[in-house]
């Protein structure tokens, strides 16, 4: 659990107004403006305190579609956000390396909440050859990601006890919406064919989601995106590709498709056929406004692209029938 300093917690002068003209239950249970002002890093952490604060909460999200975590650096517009906000969210667990240290310098004089290291130790990953690096990819798991919703949850429930009811209900209806989601992504993942059940993708973001859903998962690059993919990986993949007779490769919209490309290029040289299976998100969610811009929409959208390309089966339109663009490119 994390750990919170409230003393020097302010609040935003109006919200004070509002909450000394606003003493009955009812209004505290629908305030006409937010009670807390939050900051979030990374879209898919904006994405749970919004669901789960509602209109209670304000939230203001760093990174927007496309925006890669692993290399983000603030502006000053951030700065000033984090050091006027009631809380700063973030991913951690190595997420967001650029901004550990002024979190860490922040933590002084706000809460900041790391959501992604609520996931218990014993049911995080860590990479082969540096075992404490924790794989920070923790949003791509839903069993996993319900330890930040929950976490978004009890801290929105401490910063603004009053609204416990509304933080506790929203979140309940929010986890239920996980929980179908995941029931939705272990059926189609499981229609995949045995022999074509592995992932090759941009850098290393599908750890949990392979575990989780039982599909072997391979990233061009590391955890990080700051790693290099080198030559000999390259050719490791080629070489696998050939033998497994892998047919389809995926994008991501927060990474250069540069490593992917070389890939395809490698296989072709050795006159094995592979084609770009579809565009994944993977450290950044769809646009802003959009059902894919959403969590939710976000794994609904990997999942039905991946179940398709590789053989299983899952409807073009996802599990709501509100994907817009899951249809694959032909071979
Ligand atoms: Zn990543």
Excluded: C
Aim: charged fraction near 25%.
């Amino acid at each position: 659990m994390p750990r919170f300093r409230f003393r020097f917690l302010r609040r935003p002068a109006a919200t004070l107004l509002l909450l000394a003209l606003t003493a009955s239950p009812v209004a505290a249970e629908s305030p006409s403006s937010p009670v807390l002002e939050v900051v979030a890093t990374t879209s898919m952490v904006a994405d749970a305190v919004r669901k789960v604060g509602g209109e209670r909460v304000a939230v203001q999200g760093l990174m927007g579609p496309g925006v890669d975590p692993h290399l983000y650096r603030q502006t000053r517009s951030d700065v000033m956000a984090m050091s006027r906000a009631d809380a700063v969210f973030w991913n951690g667990l190595n997420l967001e390396v650029q901004l550990t240290e002024l979190l860490a310098r922040l933590e002084a004089r706000r809460p900041v909440i790391a959501v992604g290291e609520a996931v218990p130790v014993e049911a995080r990953l860590a990479d082969e050859e540096y075992p404490d690096q924790p794989d920070p990819h923790v949003w791509m798991d839903p069993g996993r990601w319900r330890h930040a919703v929950i976490a978004v949850r009890d801290a929105l429930i401490e910063l603004d006890p009053e609204g416990a009811d509304a933080y506790e209900a929203s979140a309940q209806a929010y986890l239920e919406e996980l929980e179908a989601l995941d029931a939705y992504a272990r059926e189609a993942l499981a229609s995949i064919p045995e022999q074509t059940r592995v992932l090759v993708t941009a850098h290393d973001a599908f750890g949990y989601f392979g575990e989780a859903y039982d599909i072997e998962v391979l990233g061009i690059q590391g955890f990080s995106t700051e790693s290099e993919a080198g030559l000999a990986r390259i050719e490791s993949l080629v070489d696998l590709l050939v033998e497994r007779e892998i047919g389809a490769l995926f994008v991501e919209t927060s990474v250069s498709d540069r490593n992917v490309r070389a890939l395809i290029e490698g296989a072709a040289a050795v006159g094995h056929e592979v084609r770009i299976g579809g565009e994944l998100y993977s450290d950044a969610m769809g646009p802003e406004g959009s059902y894919e811009g959403t969590w939710l929409g976000m794994l609904d959208h990997n999942v039905t692209v991946i179940a398709r390309a590789l053989g299983g089966e899952a409807p073009e339109a996802g599990r709501l029938g509100r994907l817009e663009d899951a249809g694959n490119e032909e071979p």
